[in-house]
């Protein structure tokens, strides 16, 4: 009797890692006071110090790498970098597609590297400025534009290093040590920097009426980050702030004489002048005639040579019926 042969049973390898797209490859040669005020994306991304120092942020924490430290920054998680203005620093920034669930170990994590895991890292830079053109050290520049005439295999190393690389940070697990790199300076800072971008984004739009949600996307936060951080950096909520940035405005438009009530109202964009006006008084204590005859008052206490200072072309107080 034949024997009858053995069947081959196919054995499909597991992936703890699974790379499926690279988003983008930068190798930056800062100056000592360059700054990135922050970004999120729905990609992973890690950060090395190929030379110097950095600060970083990361949501709600700061941190201070050095040279030999690479951070991770998960998916949708706002985050920016600064030199420290001492040291001009070399970094690498490479972004890239990853939904394998082992990734979950690098959230908040900040590895110092071996040499082996820098060799390996080494590689996937070399790969990559073979397979694709640059420029590599445009901030702006996100785009890779393959080479024609790459080495053959050459974005597939890319892939396999970089599958290497996470292995290997996986596996030599002693080595993250997020926490022992925290620097609450740094976070102050890139919170303050941040909220005086918010202030600057409602002063640029005072003439106009923008919403909290226009506000805090803007940004790339989530509302309640928003809220927390403009509060305690300003005493403020954010749409407090910007009604009376809109207030001042008001004060000051009143002083110069050149619109009535119902124009400021209609220029900064209130519904209508009573809502103008009741949002006047609430804030600053006292009607917009009020606050107009308390300034023409003061002003028309003093002279010039004598004679009294007189105005034109002052608002139309009671067409506007603002009492």
């Not at 390898?13 to 990135?36: A, M, N, P, Q, T």
């Not at 420290?84 to 990853?98: D, G």
């Not at 008001?250 to 220029?267: G, P, V």
Request: hydrophobic fraction near 35%.
């Amino acid at each position: 009797m034949a024997d009858i042969p053995h069947p081959f049973v196919r054995t499909r390898l597991k992936e703890s890692f699974e790379v499926k797209d690279i988003i983008s490859l930068h190798y930056f040669e800062f100056s000592k006071d360059f700054r990135f005020e922050g970004e999120k994306h729905d990609f992973w991304e890690f950060v090395y110090v190929d030379k110097g120092e950095i600060e970083v942020f990361a949501d709600t924490e700061g941190y201070c790498l050095q040279q030999g430290d690479v951070i991770f920054h998960k998916p949708n998680e706002f985050h920016g970098v600064w030199a420290n203005r001492k040291v001009a620093p070399n970094v690498i920034i490479l972004s890239f597609v990853c939904d394998s669930r082992e990734m979950a170990f690098f959230e908040n994590k900040i590895v110092t590297l071996d040499a082996h895991q820098r060799e390996i890292l080494a590689q996937i830079i070399k790969n990559g400025f073979a397979a694709f053109y640059p420029p590599f050290d445009d901030p702006r520049n996100h785009t890779l534009a393959r080479r024609p005439e790459a080495p053959i295999g050459a974005e597939q190393l890319i892939k396999l290093h970089l599958e290497m690389f996470l292995i290997h940070l996986r596996s030599c697990s002693d080595s993250a040590t997020g926490e022992l790199r925290l620097s609450p300076l740094t976070k102050q800072r890139s919170e303050r920097e941040l909220v005086n971008r918010m202030c600057d984004y409602m002063e640029n739009n005072i003439f106009g009426e923008i919403r909290l949600e226009q506000i805090y996307t803007a940004f790339n936060l989530s509302k309640s980050h928003a809220l927390a951080i403009f509060k305690s950096h300003t005493g403020n909520s954010i749409m407090k702030y910007y009604r009376q940035l809109k207030l001042e405005q008001a004060k000051k438009m009143i002083r110069e004489h050149r619109h009535n009530f119902s124009e400021i109202a209609d220029l900064l964009h209130y519904s209508s002048v009573h809502t103008f006006s009741r949002h006047f008084k609430t804030f600053i204590g006292m009607s917009p005639s009020q606050y107009a005859r308390s300034v023409i008052a003061r002003m028309q206490s003093d002279s010039v040579d004598g004679n009294p200072i007189t105005f034109h072309n002052q608002p139309n107080q009671q067409n506007d019926h603002v009492q």
